[in-house]
């Protein structure tokens, strides 16, 4: 059975630009969930999606949105790229709303210059 | 909000020795709490859960933990450890009304030969 894939594995960007990551959770997941690693900050939770629809948003600017299609396959795309906004971004794959067992991709670095 | 709190950023022990990695949630019953452990450039990887069935948990790679409701605690052990255990190690939990889950800072655990 195939993880959690994350594409890309890592990106540059100029700051004013906007980036989109995409995540594809396990086969037969319908949760998807997005976090940002840094190191300051450590792991803080962006948004959930549960069949197509957000179902928690965690305590970041509108300038982080994410979508999630009927597929389960979610996207997450950052606007106005900020020099802080560098980070690890964690996708976590689950089978059910709640993150209860949460598998994770490998990530996507993004470094903003 | 649900809250972990992992005492001690950096822990460092000799090959064979006892492993011993810290976290105390916050005070009310959380539903779910878990140690996921992540290596360099990598996503993050389940290692146990709780979810009140038992209050010793036993995860892979040798690794258990104990749920203690007196102390609000939720520590990691393994009796021995081995060099390939060195890693970044994370406890979390689910956060009862918001369903997302919530991090510690994570605790960097080196293993001396």
């Known amino acids: 059975k195939a993880g959690v894939t994350q594409t890309p594995r890592y990106l540059i960007k100029t700051r004013g630009q906007q980036v989109t990551l995409s995540c594809s959770p396990i086969?037969?997941?319908?949760?998807v969930s997005w976090y940002q690693q840094t190191p300051g900050q450590g792991l803080q939770f962006l948004f959930e999606?549960?069949?197509?629809?957000?179902?928690n948003k965690g305590n970041f600017p509108g300038r982080f949105s994410g979508r999630q299609f009927s597929n389960s396959r979610s996207e997450m795309n950052v606007s106005t790229l900020e020099l802080g906004d560098s980070a690890l971004y964690l996708c976590?794959?689950?089978?059910?709303?709640?993150?209860?067992?949460?598998?994770f991709g490998q990530g996507t670095r993004l470094t903003v210059v | 909000a649900q809250s972990v709190t992992q005492l001690g950023s950096h822990v460092s022990v000799s090959e064979g020795a006892l492993v011993l990695l810290r976290c105390n949630y916050s005070s009310s019953v959380p539903p779910y709490l878990f140690w996921y452990v992540q290596y360099p450039n990598q996503g993050l990887q389940l290692l146990l859960k709780?979810?009140?069935?038992?209050?010793l948990v036993k995860g892979i790679n040798g690794f258990e933990a104990e749920f203690k409701k007196s102390e609000t605690s939720f520590h990691l052990t393994k009796p021995s450890a081995h060099m390939s255990d060195a890693a970044e190690y994370f406890c979390a939990v689910i956060s009862y009304n918001n369903n997302d889950m919530r991090f510690g800072a994570g605790t960097r655990l080196t293993v001396k030969p």
């Open positions: 709780y979810t009140s069935a038992a209050t």
């Open positions: 976590a794959s689950s089978s059910q709303q709640g993150n209860t067992e949460a598998f």
């Open positions: 999606y549960f069949s197509e629809t957000q179902r």
């Open positions: 086969s037969g997941h319908r949760s």
